[in-house]
């Protein structure tokens, strides 16, 4: 196969690889990871780490990205500057356990003092929210330093710039199919291809003026003409986003938001810590060891209320749907968001137990809970920046913005124009149609998926049955490791990471998250692959109680 070493990370083109040279007989675990966005820099940077404290370190990874975005990939590629990260620069990091990591590399690039506060060389501060396409720059920096670590333990690291549309299972080993016709084996491989797209509720895909992926944003926000009504469904940061690009190039027609119901999010309050007395893992091991292993969503959901009530908020009222119109709502938070602090820091700390309250949860009470809380708890778990709210109580105050609920449809007219259906609210069953030239679905990424998940890959993993899909969001996962299951068996040495698992850990859109989960596959294919080769050892280190020392 064609190799060739460079040293430009950015704006990758061809099928690149970066290769240390590794002057030995020995074969090579061979590593595959798919997909090079924030979920596979933190897969990288764990693998290293892992590797480097291991008595093994004859490894070749090699990582396929099918945009030239290496590092950044699709959430954090460049695009315009209004799409702020909605935590603030010092508590931003794919790292578990250095939050200030994001802070750290900016102050390295040359900072200042300014007004009693310091801001880096760019003019960001520690409490400041960044652009996404500025943390970019971070994963892609982040990135090469894990490839400089590789090259000290003499790990070779390539990055292939195509697409993987398919990978096989064939006995001790995968073969990985990419868009150019070529066939790699590998020992392990690792998902991590992001976010699925969202759902096409109305069946609008193919319209020329239907946006189903809404990043990035400037691949059609130009091409918006400045007095076109555009219709956006949603109403979270997502759709905060898309709005305020508009606004940003002096959009005057009418912007819509299209939400089922009123359930606003909220606005970012400053971090503190939050220390959870009830919803906790030892009061969990608790329930767990008298019930066989299980909580009842009444049990779990008790002790969160608990430290709800600790953090000053009503349970009921907090998730009934918001009285106020979108504008007041905005208005009541820029006057008293403070006030919803302690609930963000609650719903921080929840972070690092969630996952195992959700894996003991039966299969029922996943499911009432999907049915009944997911949604309402979704829309107030992910903030906005006060920037960008900021931006939207303009737009709502100078009449270019509006909200609509609830949506009952959206149907096309003519090949250029879309009707919006909203209920009216005095209960007559009869609705207002509104008429769009632009509909974009800002509805986030889809949790289910189907053998149209708008990956060729997925896809084909799904139709030869190498995936199966989980009901409550994406492929099952083994909670322990993360490797792929298919039905009650391991597919062995195949792992994935980020939201295809969010069935199994059920909130996986955090940062954390994200470098937890890294953390995870990286201790277990390392270790995997050491116990195969030392079962004596993995043994004794049992015996012990050693077996994750490192």
């Given at each position: 196969?064609?190799?060739?070493t ?5 704006g ?5 690889r970066i ?15 798919i997909?090079?966005?924030?979920s ?8 290293i780490?892992?590797?480097k404290?291991?008595n093994?370190?004859k490894y ?5 990205e ?5 590092g950044s990939?699709?959430?954090y590629q460049?695009?315009?500057d ?13 790292f ?14 040359g ?5 009693g506060q310091?801001l880096?060389?760019s003019?960001?501060?520690p409490?400041?929210y960044i652009?996404?396409q500025?943390f970019?720059?971070y994963?892609?920096?982040r990135l090469?330093d894990?490839?400089s670590?590789a090259?000290k333990?003499?790990v070779?690291?390539g990055?292939?710039?195509?697409e993987?549309?398919d990978?096989k299972?064939?006995n001790q ?29 109305f069946?609008?895909r193919?319209k020329?003026r239907y946006v ?10 130009m091409?918006?003409g400045?007095?076109?009504s ?10 905060a986003?898309?709005?305020v690009?508009?606004a ?11 939400t089922?119901?009123s359930n606003?999010p909220?606005?970012r309050?400053?971090?503190?810590k939050?220390e ?8 969990l ?16 959901l008790r ?6 009530i600790?953090?000053g908020?009503?349970?009921?009222k ?6 106020h119109s979108y504008?007041?709502w905005?208005?009541?938070l820029?006057?008293?968001?403070d ?5 963000q820091n ?5 972070d690092a ?9 039966s299969?029922?009470?996943k499911?009432i ?13 992910v903030?906005l920046?006060?920037?960008t709210?900021?931006?939207i ?6 009449g270019?913005?509006?909200?609509q609920?609830?949506?009952l ?10 009707v919006?259906?909203?209920s ?11 008429e769009?030239?632009w509909?974009?679905n800002?509805?986030?990424?889809a ?6 998940s ?12 190498l ?6 969001g ?25 939201h ?5 850990y ?10 937890m ?10 270790g995997?692959y050491?116990r195969?080769?030392n079962?004596?050892e993995?043994i ?5 109680g ?5």
């Amino acid at each position: 196969m064609h190799q060739k070493t460079v040293s430009k990370l950015l704006g990758v083109s061809d099928c690149l690889r970066i290769e240390s040279n590794i002057c030995s007989s020995e074969p090579l675990t061979s590593i595959a990871i798919i997909g090079c966005g924030a979920s596979g820099v933190a897969t990288l940077a764990s693998l290293i780490e892992f590797i480097k404290n291991s008595n093994y370190q004859k490894y070749k990874i090699n990582i396929f990205e099918k945009n030239s975005n290496f590092g950044s990939g699709l959430a954090y590629q460049c695009d315009s500057d209004d799409l702020l990260m909605n935590m603030v620069s010092s508590t931003t990091s794919i790292f578990e356990n250095r939050e200030t990591d994001f802070w750290e590399w900016v102050v390295d690039k040359g900072h200042q003092m300014g007004s009693g506060q310091v801001l880096s060389g760019s003019g960001v501060s520690p409490d400041g929210y960044i652009s996404r396409q500025f943390f970019g720059l971070y994963l892609k920096d982040r990135l090469q330093d894990a490839i400089s670590d590789a090259k000290k333990i003499n790990v070779s690291v390539g990055l292939e710039n195509h697409e993987v549309i398919d990978i096989k299972r064939r006995n001790q080993y995968f073969e990985v199919a990419d868009c150019a016709e070529r066939v790699s084996r590998f020992d392990y491989v690792i998902l991590c291809i992001g976010n699925i797209e969202p759902h096409d509720m109305f069946k609008l895909r193919g319209k020329s003026r239907y946006v189903n992926n809404p990043y990035p944003t400037n691949r059609y926000a130009m091409g918006i003409g400045r007095s076109d009504s555009v219709g956006i469904i949603g109403g979270q940061l997502t759709a905060a986003d898309i709005a305020v690009v508009l606004a940003r190039q002096g959009h005057a027609g009418p912007i819509h938001f299209f939400t089922r119901g009123s359930n606003h999010p909220l606005m970012r309050c400053s971090k503190e810590k939050f220390e959870l007395i009830y919803f906790n893992l030892k009061n969990l091991e608790v329930i767990k060891s008298r019930q066989f292993g299980e909580i009842s969503l009444r049990q779990a959901l008790r002790l969160a209320r608990k430290d709800f009530i600790r953090a000053g908020v009503k349970w009921n009222k907090f998730f009934n749907p918001v009285q106020h119109s979108y504008e007041d709502w905005i208005r009541h938070l820029l006057s008293k968001g403070d006030m919803y602090a302690e609930w963000q820091n609650f719903a921080i700390a929840s972070d690092a137990v969630i996952s195992n309250y959700w894996d003991a949860l039966s299969t029922s009470s996943k499911r009432i809970f999907m049915n009944k809380y997911h949604r309402l708890w979704m829309c107030k778990r992910v903030p906005l920046p006060v920037h960008t709210y900021l931006k939207i109580y303009s737009l709502l105050k100078a009449g270019i913005l509006n909200h609509q609920t609830p949506l009952l449809g959206i149907e096309v007219r003519d090949p250029d124009k879309f009707v919006a259906s909203i209920s009216k609210a005095d209960c007559s069953g009869e609705s207002i149609k509104v008429e769009c030239d632009w509909i974009i679905n800002a509805t986030g990424p889809a949790r289910l998926i189907d053998g149209n998940s708008g990956s060729l890959l997925l896809n084909n993993l799904m139709k030869s049955g190498l995936v199966m899909v989980n009901p409550f969001g994406g492929i099952q996962v083994d909670y322990e490791t993360s490797m792929v299951r298919r039905g009650g068996d391991k597919v062995k040495n195949f792992y994935a990471i980020g939201h295809l698992t969010s069935g199994t850990y059920y909130f996986v859109s955090s940062l954390d998250m994200v470098s937890m989960g890294a953390k995870r596959v990286a201790r277990d294919l390392v270790g995997s692959y050491w116990r195969s080769i030392n079962p004596m050892e993995s043994i004794r280190k049992k015996q012990f109680g050693v077996e994750n020392a490192n």
